[in-house]
């Protein structure tokens, strides 16, 4: 199948804070460059947007992408993907975000996972970015130096592409299947805050409603901005949306696995590409 016969290239993604999304959104305009054809965009991220099936078919691209949760994909995500998003001989590229920690296996999942899904995965990448928990990780990522390493994948992916060598058979590095990361504490001892949740300065909130609208979880109630009824799965949507600087974690396994982060993980990762 070569790439005339295909009609649209699909930016898929997952994307709480808009990583991803900028991310696989740059690889899709450099693909259309070369090939030539439309892009669209579709988002899983809110509660609403994941109340549908994304079916494709074998006349379409489709740049899949999600930020990497404790070395995998998003646990919360996994069954959505896994069920809910149909290849039927689409061709696809998987791309991971990381927060300049490791993408671990994140990549590989995705890539069996995908191919599982009935898609023919012909390029994988796993692309480092700002820390969401703290700027300061991985400050400035992806860098212009980075963006050309990634449109450089791109452009190999795209070519592939076009001239119908549409091979899945890649070498991915990691585990598959695999467990998830264990956060560390400065003390370098594992520390648990899965019930942690976003805290409000009272006297800042101005209950616009942006941290309940954008919670990918629904997990914020409209009523009431400082409640969180939901399950937080930490992306720190809330705190990076709130204009009046309002949402907060306090949590002390969090803030001492964040500084952890900070004190080993600042230097620049490097990331993986496979076409």
């Given at each position: 199948m070569k790439g005339t016969q295909f009609k649209r290239i699909v930016v898929l993604y997952f994307s709480p804070t808009g990583n991803a999304r900028k991310v696989a959104t740059k690889i899709g305009e450099?693909?259309?460059?070369?090939?030539q054809l439309p892009v669209e965009h579709m988002s899983f991220t809110l509660p609403k947007e994941r109340e549908k099936e994304f079916v494709f078919g074998q006349d379409d691209i489709v740049i899949c992408t999600t930020p990497v949760y404790a070395g995998r994909l998003p646990n919360k995500m996994l069954p959505f993907i896994?069920?809910?998003i149909k290849g039927n001989g689409a061709v696809a590229i998987t791309v991971n975000v990381f927060?300049?920690?490791?993408?671990?296996?994140?990549?590989?999942e995705f890539y069996n996972e995908m191919k599982k899904n009935g898609f023919t995965v012909v390029a994988v990448a796993a692309v480092p970015t700002e820390h969401v928990?703290?700027?300061?990780?991985?400050?400035?990522?992806?860098?212009?130096?980075?963006?050309?390493?990634?449109?450089?994948?791109?452009?190999?992916?795209?070519?592939?592409?076009?001239?119908g060598n549409l091979s899945d058979e890649l070498s991915v590095p990691g585990s598959y299947p695999a467990p998830y990361y264990i956060p560390l504490g400065v003390d370098n001892q594992p520390v648990q805050f899965l019930k942690a949740k976003p805290e409000t300065h009272q006297e800042l909130c101005d209950s616009c409603g942006a941290c309940a609208r954008r919670c990918p979880m629904g997990?914020?109630?409209?009523?009431?901005m400082s409640l969180v009824p939901g399950?937080?799965?930490?992306?720190?949507?809330c705190v990076k949306i709130c204009h009046t600087k309002a949402k907060h974690f306090t949590d002390q396994a969090f803030l001492s696995h964040v500084q952890?982060?900070?004190?080993?993980?600042?230097?620049?990762?490097?990331?993986?590409?496979?076409?």
């Open positions: 450099k693909i259309s460059q070369i090939l896994q069920e809910n927060g300049n920690r490791n993408y671990d296996n994140a990549p590989i928990f703290l700027e300061d990780i991985g400050h400035g990522r992806p860098s212009s130096q980075d963006m050309v390493v990634v449109l450089d994948f791109a452009e190999k992916a795209a070519r592939k592409i076009q001239e997990a914020i109630s409209f009523e009431d399950i937080c799965i930490k992306c720190q949507t952890m982060l900070a004190n080993n993980y600042t230097r620049p990762a490097e990331g993986v590409f496979v076409v």
